[in-house]
């Protein structure tokens, strides 16, 4: 094992810097830009850029693989993060602008409320009164409420994955923001929920915290819109989580989103295939047989990823690129030593 070198944080950009990226880099903490080919000619002290000849240079099979102007190319970010024993490693976009909280103390080792065999569960309605809901999540459901907070059981447990909420413009589907088109401000009052076996929801690549055990499960599918990447690996993630007696945490906004321009029937059409195939996806992950175990995660991602391609909602392209993904992971990832967690 190795001393972790800290936390890092992984963004994917095709802009100048924006000022949430001038915020990371103000951090004092390993900030990895990776760009694209749209990417300006980029420069900003604080933080580590990787342009698409930089990618090319690392070696990785990954940087080879992936396609050219698509978000899947921050799998290289996280790659890269791992090199260099980064723990733990935050995600976010250049369009977050980051809290003072976003730079906090971060444990793994979590007590909170516990949701188990939930089914899905729209957790953004712990946080707020409103009728909202997180992006992925089935619309035949979003009338339906939520168990109630004071019901859920307490307990301590390990969540190496952790998805903070984002105010101001949250990560909502297309179809929310056509109809009600409103920001919306979360709760920050230490609310904590984490779901457990035989529980659902989709959580996001905008503000998330993953630990050690769980790198192998940030990778970002390619082959499909950038609307559903990262919900599709959400579920893989949660679905493998189960087998290893993990929880995926989430709690309260420690960004605000400042969002680029969108076409949102673009995004509408992207995430299509979300409203379409999510609930099957999920109904079909949670009947496949894996194995406990994190020594056992890229034989289960496997697994989950060729489920998919049998749903027919990735084509037999992916596997290619996981196994890409696989390789330079077990190249890339040092375990490190367990160590105050602090971020």
């Not at 095709?14 to 390993?30: C, E, I």
């Not at 188990?116 to 712990?126: E, S």
């Not at 401000?185 to 915290?209: E, H, K, M, Y």
Request: proline share 7%; aromatic share 10%; hydrophobic share 40%.
């Amino acid at each position: 094992m190795v001393n972790p070198s800290g936390p890092a944080i992984a963004i994917t950009t095709v802009s100048l810097p924006t000022p949430a990226l001038r915020a990371f880099a103000s951090s004092g903490m390993q900030v990895i830009v990776v760009g694209d080919e749209k990417t300006p000619r980029f420069e900003l002290a604080g933080c580590r850029y990787y342009g698409i000849q930089d990618q090319l240079a690392t070696g990785l099979l990954t940087a080879q693989a992936l396609p050219r102007n698509h978000y899947c190319r921050k799998n290289l970010a996280y790659l890269i993060a791992m090199q260099l024993a980064a723990a733990p490693i935050l995600e976010s976009d250049d369009d977050n602008l980051p809290y003072m909280s976003f730079f906090g103390t971060r444990s793994r080792e979590i007590e909170c409320g516990h949701l188990k065999d939930a089914g899905w569960v729209n957790v953004y309605r712990y946080f707020t009164d409103a009728a909202i809901w997180p992006r992925g999540f089935p619309l035949r459901l979003i009338r339906n409420p939520s168990p109630a907070l004071d019901s859920l059981a307490r307990l301590r447990l390990s969540a190496p994955i952790q998805q903070g909420l984002a105010d101001d413009d949250p990560d909502v589907d297309a179809v929310y923001r056509l109809v009600y088109g409103s920001s919306c401000c979360f709760d920050s009052n230490n609310i904590q929920v984490a779901l457990g076996r035989g529980s659902w929801c989709p959580f996001n690549s905008q503000n998330t915290a993953w630990w050690p055990e769980a790198y192998c499960l940030m990778y970002l599918p390619s082959n499909c819109s950038f609307r559903m990447t990262d919900i599709w690996r959400s579920f893989v993630a949660q679905r493998i989580a189960w087998e290893n007696g993990w929880s995926v945490l989430f709690h309260g906004p420690t960004t605000r989103q400042i969002r680029n321009e969108h076409d949102l029937m673009r995004d509408f059409a992207d995430e299509v295939p979300g409203f379409l195939h999510n609930e099957r996806i999920c109904e079909g992950l949670a009947a496949l047989t894996l194995l406990p175990g994190p020594n056992r995660i890229p034989e289960n991602m496997r697994s989950c990823y060729a489920a998919m391609i049998e749903f027919g909602v990735l084509p037999q392209q992916e596997m290619v690129l996981l196994e890409a993904w696989l390789a330079d992971f077990q190249r890339c990832f040092c375990p490190v030593a367990p160590t105050s967690t602090h971020a």
